[in-house]
């Protein structure tokens, strides 16, 4: 199987006590958990069985200390990690508004992760076969930008897959909105992409839905996955248009179901490689949508983020 290479911020989730109660009625308390989407997919895919690797910058502090024996404890291999003193690591409070939805309030810039740099990545980093998976947090800071898009460059030159995730988080960015040429250059760098639809609302502008997605199969995306919450899972590209249904959950923390379904999508693929055509084959699809599917459903039904990604032996029946 291909490993992936996830790039991109790990932080800590700081995660609300009111995540389980929405009643608001107890004291709030903060628990903190490993977090970060991209290192969120790394253990997810690494808790599936495939081989996994995390680049990324980290604090020379206790909570990059935190994250990297996490990370490890994970089996996530870790050579491309730094760890720098001119920053500190990553906080992100994940609480619940007045009507029950999670708001995050993130302690990000300045922070590590962005200091990351071409420099920084291993020699020969994308000499093999590999999956790259990025996500548009590392575009929030014009350096952080530059070594992102130079990095899905790189990967898809040396024929790596590139997957990207919009994972959009509006107040990350120094005008509390996202740029949405900057994103959708990074969107269309991807060979599998993956947003929600209320994503897809956000960048779209005034482009019907349906223009907007076809735009980004024309710049060269091979397939694009949307989701919509726990609803069903859509797949589009040239010659393929799938819909799956997710199983049915009562949600308990939806922050890394995400991340867990991306994981379990890339997870699904790499067993039978990126061999020419596979974003075709309708039947291969659907079943790497499924199984996807029943990673996110797993990860929402728990708290925190690499606690909540599941293994083979949790997916399988009782």
Known sequence: MIPVIAFGEAL???????????????????TPYAGGAPANVAVACSRLGMPSRFLGMLGDDYFGDFLAAELDAQGVELSGVRRTREARTALAFVSRDAGGERTFDF???????????????????????AILHLCSNSLT????????????????RAGCLVSVDANLRHNLWPDGRADTA?????????DLLKLSLDEVDDLRGDHPKDTWLAE???AGVKLVVTTDGGGNVRALGAEVSLS?????????????GGDAFIGGLLTALAENGFEDGWHRDTQRLEAAL????????????????????????DLSPA
Request: charged share 20%; aromatic share 6%.
């Open 141 to 156: 800071d014009p350096e952080i930008a530059e070594t992102t898009l130079a990095m899905a460059e790189m990967a898809s």
């Open 244 to 256: 799956v249904a997710p199983p049915a959950v009562v949600p308990a923390d939806t922050t890394a």
């Open 216 to 218: 980004r199969l024309a």
């Open 290 to 313: 499924a199984f996807a599917c029943r990673c996110g459903a797993h990860a929402v039904t728990r708290p925190g983020s690499y606690v909540a990604l599941p293994t083979r032996a």
């Open 107 to 129: 302690y990000r810039p300045p922070a590590a992760d962005l200091l990351y740099r071409l420099t920084d990545l291993p020699a020969g980093i994308f000499s093999e076969p």
């Open 182 to 190: 900057l994103v959708t250059r990074l969107l269309d760098a991807a």
């Open 12 to 30: 800590v989730d700081m995660l609300s006590s009111r995540l389980g109660d929405a009643t608001g009625e107890a004291p709030e308390t903060f």
